[in-house]
């Protein structure tokens, strides 16, 4: 396996539509999650949202491929709930059955999530230490050459006016693939200088853990 791939031939796609929301009984504790979905029109490779889910929190708005399914269940390639909390009620899960290519992207920012951080200090000690708390949300930021009626940038600035997430795929060229949901603030700014071209940004706050693919 090579030590590093490169940043080139990267194709990032913004979801465009989603078909095929289907209510969901029963999400299973396993090294890859069972979600029962009874009636749900997917096919193996599907990249799927879970949504709404109650109990199982750790689980909403994870974006993952089936990696196989029955009349009654899918199973989501890759998403281990063996350590979620246990599945109550509720929740939905759909299909992503369009994406839009996103043609402008000049970089791909995802800076590691940190965790917050409390200082301790004791009066019988002379050094203080620290305690890691909740970790901040994951985001990403790109930079994009702005055109307000190219169709990929028509769907970010809809996403960012209805304040409501959309799935996100990334593929690199050596066939790694990254899936996220995401909330977007972009597609609406513009700037520049005299004699280059106009630019705009991009921001997605994750909105439920990222998923990694191989291929």
């Known amino acids: 396996m090579a030590i590093a791939f490169l940043m080139t031939n990267v194709q990032v796609d913004v979801q465009s539509n989603t078909n095929n929301s289907t209510s969901i009984t029963g999400i299973s504790k396993a090294s890859e999650a069972v979600?029962?979905?009874?009636?749900?029109?997917?096919?193996?490779?599907?990249?799927?949202?879970?949504?709404s889910v109650g109990g199982m929190f750790q689980?909403?708005?994870?974006t993952a491929r089936v990696k196989s399914k029955t009349a009654?269940?899918?199973?989501?390639?890759?998403?281990d709930?063996?350590?979620?909390?246990?599945?109550?009620?509720?929740?939905?899960?759909?299909?992503?059955?369009?994406w839009e290519s996103l043609q402008r992207a000049t970089n791909f920012n995802?800076?590691?999530?940190?965790?917050?951080?409390?200082?301790?200090?004791?009066?019988?000690?002379?050094?203080?230490?620290?305690?890691?708390?909740?970790?901040?949300?994951?985001?990403?930021?790109?930079?994009?050459?702005?055109?307000?009626?190219?169709?990929d940038v028509v769907e970010l600035r809809k996403a960012a006016k209805a304040q409501t997430t959309?799935?996100?795929?990334?593929?690199?060229?050596?066939?790694?693939?990254?899936?996220?949901?995401?909330?977007?603030?972009?597609?609406?700014g513009i700037q520049?200088?005299?004699g280059q071209p106009a630019t705009g940004s991009l921001n997605l706050s994750l909105q439920g853990s990222e998923t990694w693919y191989q291929s």
């Open 166 to 188: 959309r799935a996100f795929r990334v593929t690199f060229a050596n066939g790694y693939k990254l899936y996220f949901n995401a909330l977007v603030s972009g597609g609406r």
């Open 81 to 98: 709930s063996s350590a979620f909390s246990t599945f109550t009620t509720g929740g939905t899960i759909k299909r992503i059955s369009a």
């Open 35 to 51: 979600v029962e979905c009874t009636g749900a029109n997917f096919a193996v490779n599907d990249v799927v949202v879970v949504e």
């Open 72 to 79: 009654a269940n899918v199973t989501l390639e890759s998403i």
């Open 110 to 151: 995802m800076a590691e999530p940190q965790p917050e951080k409390s200082t301790i200090r004791t009066i019988h000690s002379l050094e203080s230490t620290e305690m890691l708390g909740v970790t901040s949300p994951a985001a990403v930021d790109m930079n994009i050459y702005a055109d307000p009626f190219a169709s």
């Open 192 to 194: 520049g200088e005299s």
């Open 59 to 62: 689980i909403n708005n994870i």
